[in-house]
């Protein structure tokens, strides 16, 4: 087991790309913690969690509230120990081209998909720069590296991930803090589930591998990426697209 009795907090963590790591850490011996904004979602999660694997631990946390997030990580420390992993999974959309788009769907994106980023690494920093180890991992977006149209708010996001990554990387390296970035590519999940089968089909042609991915593919990445094997790997934009952005 690559990850055993490690701590494993992952953002948005009840469904789609966030539930496949979580899954693929517990699978690898780590202690998984849920977190989800709904308590709602987080319980149906727990309780599914706990059947397969017989252990869960959850938390409902609004990435968005700075104290919330504080008081989250505090109580994380007091009932686990320690926080040996984070992966920032959280995210939302709120498509339209710039000319029709709201100011909140601006503000609701930046906030939860980058300052949520921000807020949950700036907790989690302060365990692992104390103890000498730890394993950041961002979620991007191909969209992040080459942008997309009606997605001006989420593009600019996910882009500013991969710079804050980068930035991470070379502070938290001499603390023995490994940070990197996924970017999926287009994931089959409820939400392209309920997309037209010509919208798929065009999807599908753009990845020279002529699929979509699947969460497990992301959670997969995600394993490595916190394991030993990737103990010398930092800094790094890893695109897990199909060949998409060849």
Do not use: H
Not at 172 to 186: A, E, I, M, S, T
Not at 206 to 215: E, V
Not at 238 to 243: A, I, K, R, T
């Amino acid at each position: 087991m690559r990850l055993k009795d490690k701590v494993a907090l992952i953002t948005g963590s009840t469904r789609g790309i966030g539930r496949a790591i979580a899954e693929k850490y517990a699978e690898e011996g780590a202690k998984v913690i849920l977190i989800d904004r709904s308590g709602k979602g987080l319980d149906k999660a727990m309780g599914e969690m706990k059947a397969k694997y017989g252990v869960a631990y959850g938390y409902v946390m609004d990435v968005t509230n700075r104290s919330q997030v504080q008081e989250v990580f505090a109580k994380i420390i007091e009932d686990l120990g320690t926080i040996d992993i984070l992966v920032n999974n959280a995210g939302i959309t709120a498509d339209a081209q710039i000319y029709k788009m709201a100011d909140e769907q601006w503000d609701n994106v930046i906030n939860v998909n980058l300052t949520g980023v921000f807020n949950c690494t700036k907790e989690a920093v302060k365990i692992m720069r104390e103890k000498e180890f730890g394993k950041i991992i961002n979620i991007s977006s191909v969209v992040g590296l080459y942008g997309n149209f009606g997605q001006t708010n989420y593009a600019a996001t996910k882009s500013g991930v991969i710079g804050m990554t980068k930035t991470l990387a070379k502070e938290l390296g001499r603390k023995n803090v490994n940070v990197n970035v996924v970017c999926p590519g287009f994931i089959a999940t409820e939400m392209t589930e309920k997309m037209p089968e010509k919208v798929l089909a065009t999807m599908k042609e753009k990845a020279p591998l002529n699929r979509l991915g699947t969460p497990e593919d992301i959670a997969n990445a995600c394993v490595f990426l916190a394991s030993q094997e990737a103990s010398f790997v930092t800094g790094a934009v890893l695109s897990v697209d199909g060949g998409i952005v060849l």
